[in-house]
């Protein structure tokens, strides 16, 4: 499926944007708070969820209910549903929360909404900052104090000038870890902990690449959205599209993706 109407783009960015709104309201509400619950998720490892992660996602679904019934909703915290429209919208209430509980103003909501062939449009919302990054077809912009900004990545710059963010030092397995860092000893900065504010950055042109691994759909499709409307490139290690989550690697020219993508797609997928 293919959107061409004006009026239908310019409906799904509006409703992108109040659900973003709902997720502001119930994130800030807990930032920073000294009471705040965690749970982890996860076996073996910390995986934290908070209270804000579960009302945030609840919020934003009830926006979706109420303007799009028709669309499916894919989220990490509450139950997927499929819809009739063909269209699904992909939500991530607090994109880092490792770093929301430690009060770093690094996490972000994430919204997107994804046809057959991948995301349609996507913003990363920083509500502590009060940033907002929209991407999608004739738009890449941010917003701030009402104030609207275009987005556009940094020149091509050579790998040995590559600023280099990623949000875990180990990134993934060994043999991703391996590749990860046959990259980052090429560029001239390295940083991490970024989570999903390191692809605004790149969006902004603040950075040239982001390298990551094991991530899931509702990681990438928002930030694919943002960079690739703001004129970068968002793929897997091996080129392709990385909607679906696992391997991804952006950067902010077609050089410099190619540089990364030649080290990094020798790594074995096991």
């Known amino acids: 499926m293919t959107l061409t109407n004006p009026h239908e783009l310019e409906e799904l960015f509006a409703v992108a944007e109040a659900v973003a709104d709902a997720a502001r309201e119930v994130t800030m509400r807990h930032f920073r708070s ?16 908070t209270i804000a992660d579960r ?3 609840a919020a934003m679904r009830s926006v979706l209910s109420e303007r ?3 669309d499916g909703v894919l989220g990490e915290e509450h139950e997927n549903t499929t819809g009739t429209s063909g269209l699904t919208w992909v939500l991530d209430p607090i994109d880092g929360t490792r770093g929301y509980i430690s009060g770093t103003p690094t996490w972000g909501t994430l919204v997107s909404i994804r046809d057959a062939d991948g995301p349609i449009l996507g913003l ?14 004739g738009r890449a912009e ?8 275009p987005l556009s990545v940094a020149p091509a710059a050579g790998l040995d000038t590559a600023i280099l963010f990623s949000t875990f030092p180990e990134v993934g397995t060994p043999a991703e870890y391996a590749a990860f860092r046959a990259v980052s000893s090429k560029a001239r900065l390295t940083r991490y902990g970024m989570d999903c504010y390191a692809y605004a950055l ?3 042109g603040q950075i040239d690449l982001v390298i990551e691994a094991g991530l899931k759909a509702y990681d990438v499709q928002a930030p694919m959205a943002v960079i690739q409307a703001a004129g970068g490139i968002v793929t897997d290690w091996k080129g392709n599209s990385p909607a679906d989550g696992g391997r991804v690697l952006a950067a902010a020219s077609p050089v410099l993706h190619q540089a990364a993508l030649e080290i990094l797609s020798t790594a ?3």
């Open 142 to 149: 941010l917003l701030k104090d009402g104030q609207g900004t």
């Open 124 to 137: 990363i919302d920083q509500p502590y900052t009060g940033e907002r990054f929209i991407g999608g077809p």
């Open 68 to 70: 799009r019934p028709d």
């Open 55 to 57: 009302d945030a996602e």
């Open 268 to 270: 074995p997928e096991n």
């Open 202 to 204: 790149l969006a902004a």
């Open 34 to 49: 000294p009471r705040l619950l965690t749970e982890n998720k996860a076996a073996g490892h910390f995986d934290p969820v």
